[in-house]
């Protein structure tokens, strides 16, 4: 089986510097994606003020906020659609989102918050495909790389206790790991591996001058995500997809103008093959 993915963090809906509504062009881009299971984050359930400046009864075509959630409103008639609700406040909440495809069978969401000032979770969901069940993960991790040691311990829990050895596995989301320093931990005790740890890709010429190093020296060649953040000009390597159970057929990292306008991330797409 076959199945095409794709993990974008939408900046809940408005554009990065004027905070203005890109709900209707995010839903043309998630089609776009022609992926079978979306990953989200901060995805809007509720703002009241947005709707109230922006909704139905202002008629405001090209900033649109919908009487829907996103995640409703993204999934349309076609798609199912799973929602974690992570960060309440008065005037609304967000957290992460799933769409897929395929039916979803279960879904649990999981409070991963470190400390007051940031509600983080993890969206687990249980998918019925025509060759079995597909366990998914949407995460956020947080902004602090202590907080992100212990959410991803926790992380690490929740698979453990809630797929079997043998199923397959999907993790994505963004994990703001900028430094790349939990990637190891993940495929040391989940057996997964990044989207981007099997492909080639064009390297920089010091990344090749590093890998010349660590071959002469004996070291296996330093396995790195993709570079996501900012999306006008990615440099920081915040978003991954990981994967058990499937074979990466393809990956690539959607930039560029278009997508500047809509995110301050670059989303992740890649094709998977079930192993």
């Not at 330093?222 to 991954?240: E, K, Q």
Request: contains cysteine.
């Amino acid at each position: 089986m076959k199945i095409r993915v794709a993990t974008y963090n939408i900046h809940k809906g408005v554009s990065s510097f004027r905070s203005t509504p890109r709900v209707l062009a995010l839903k043309k881009a998630i089609g776009a994606f022609d992926a079978d299971v979306v990953f989200l984050q901060e995805v809007q359930g509720r703002h009241d003020r947005y709707q109230a400046r922006y909704g139905e009864k202002v008629r405001t075509p090209h900033h649109h906020w919908p009487e829907k959630a996103q995640h409703e409103f993204f999934a349309g008639e076609n798609l199912h659609a799973a929602y974690g609700m992570n960060a309440v406040y008065d005037h609304g909440h967000h957290g992460n989102a799933l769409l897929s495809g395929f039916p979803i069978s279960n879904q649990n969401n999981h409070d991963v918050s470190d400390h007051a000032y940031e509600q983080r979770g993890i969206l687990h969901c249980v998918l019925e495909t025509p060759s079995g069940n597909v366990h998914c993960y949407v995460v956020h991790l947080g902004l602090f790389e202590v907080s992100r040691r212990r959410q991803t311990e926790a992380l690490v829990q929740c698979v453990q206790d809630s797929a079997r050895p043998d199923e397959p596995v999907i993790i994505a989301g963004d994990f703001n790991d900028w430094r790349n320093t939990l990637s190891d931990c993940l495929r040391l005790k989940l057996g997964v591996v990044e989207v981007f740890d099997e492909l080639e890709r064009p390297a920089r010429f010091g990344a090749r001058i590093g890998d010349m190093v660590r071959n002469a020296a004996g070291r296996e060649k330093r396995l790195v995500p993709a570079r996501t953040f900012p999306a006008a000009l990615p440099w920081f390597r915040l978003d991954r997809i990981y994967v058990r159970g499937f074979q990466v057929e393809h990956a690539e990292v959607l930039h560029g103008p278009q997508w500047a306008r809509l995110s301050d991330h670059a989303p992740i797409v890649a094709n998977l093959q079930l192993a």
